[in-house]
């Protein structure tokens, strides 16, 4: 497979080649990913995203593959954290969105890092739902954590149901929360986790989650999951410690 750097803000990476098909995820401008065509469909590329192994699809005109891109997304790239910022890329205008990297050398400082991924997720309160979405334009529950762990400086995989599994070390129980844990939850089967979102805890009021439901919002959060308007909308599989930044 060939190396390539994604060339617009937000490359939507599909199920299978076609237009038509789920969108799985989004590839943020500036990411690295490894490449091939799809015979059978022109125009179409089969990729492996580097930053967290993600394989998928996508529009071959969205991969830049070119020595001069390469070499210069081959250096220190810096990540972006404001929701969505204006930078000028070959000429035009682009409207990036948070977690998008930039080379250093076109940036004068990297900008700061939020103290913690649940900080990082404050700042899309409001963002609209979208399966698949990595962004403030929208964005689905695993999506909102990841990002936000990856604005800190923290790296997790990209579903529900993989985070759950790589935390298994770090689990805890509803009576030992903290503000910023990862939280999990499912529809039928507890094993089969389909939901994640942040523990929200202040000492003013009760322990509350922030997740992508609807849209990016706090909700109350009971032992036996998330409640919205009296309804539990949400059963409890478990929590787990988020994990931190070496720095």
Not at 87 to 108: D, F, K, T
Not at 166 to 174: E, F, G, P
Request: overall charge negative; charged content about 20%.
């Amino acid at each position: 497979m060939e190396a390539g750097i994604i060339r617009v803000p937000l490359a939507p990476i599909r199920s299978a080649p076609d237009d038509r098909a789920e969108m799985v995820t989004q590839a943020l401008f500036g990411a690295s990913l490894r490449w091939q065509p799809v015979p059978e469909n022109q125009g179409w590329a089969k990729v492996a995203l580097d930053g967290d192994g993600y394989v998928g699809y996508t529009d071959v005109k969205l991969i830049a593959s070119s020595p001069e891109a390469l070499e210069v997304f081959g250096q220190e790239r810096h990540t972006l954290m404001a929701p969505l910022s204006l930078w000028e890329w070959e000429g035009r205008p682009y409207h990036l969105p948070a977690g998008s990297q930039v080379p250093a050398v076109l940036m004068s400082s990297a900008p700061p890092r939020p103290e913690s991924p649940v900080e990082a997720a404050y700042a899309f309160l409001g963002a609209p739902y979208l399966w698949g979405g990595k962004s403030v334009l929208g964005m689905d529950c695993s999506g909102l954590t990841q990002l936000a762990c990856n604005l800190a400086g923290v790296q997790i995989p990209r579903d529900a149901s993989q985070q759950w599994s790589s935390l298994q070390d770090s689990t805890v129980d509803y009576a030992n929360l903290q503000h910023g844990d990862l939280v999990f939850f499912h529809r039928k089967e507890p094993a089969k986790v389909t939901h994640v979102g942040f523990v929200w805890w202040t000492p003013e009021g009760p322990c509350k989650v922030l997740h992508a439901s609807g849209e990016v919002r706090i909700d109350e959060l009971k032992p036996d999951g998330i409640h919205r308007d009296g309804v539990c909308t949400h059963p409890w599989t478990g929590a787990a410690r988020c994990p931190v930044s070496a720095g």
